[in-house]
Nanobody
């Protein structure tokens, strides 16, 4: 079955780092653009980052640019989100999604992972 599974979340101090993974199964990840999203309580879902199928093009929200890095290893069917210099406002549940229309302002997607909690607090 088609599945995306996020992992790597946890509790970190401000300024710390986490590396999230989005592992795909049931399909060939290399055929798809993948996006990372996050949602905090009381807030709208935010697009965080997106990566092209080859990994040659990346997108970052202004709020994370310079701190987060998206990458992929298609041989491992996995997309990563390296998060550095974490801030309390980065606290959210992080999700990955399989995109159908590239990295756009109006993304279309068909599968999501279950999410992984990231908490930034001292």
């Amino acid at each position: 079955q088609v599945q995306l599974v996020e992992s790597g979340g946890g509790l970190v101090q401000p300024g710390g780092s986490l590396r999230l993974s989005c592992a795909a199964s049931g399909f060939t990840l290399a055929y798809y653009y993948i996006g990372w999203y996050r949602q905090a309580p009381g807030k709208e879902r935010e697009g965080v980052s997106c990566i092209s199928s080859s990994g040659g093009s990346t997108y970052y929200a202004d709020s994370v640019k310079g701190r987060f890095t998206i990458s992929r290893d298609n041989a491992k069917n996995t997309v990563y989100l390296q998060m550095n210099s974490l801030k309390p406002e980065d606290t959210a549940v992080y999700y990955c999604a399989r995109h159908l229309n590239g990295c756009r302002k109006d993304p279309r997607y068909d599968y999501w992972g279950q999410g992984t909690q990231v908490t930034v607090s001292s």
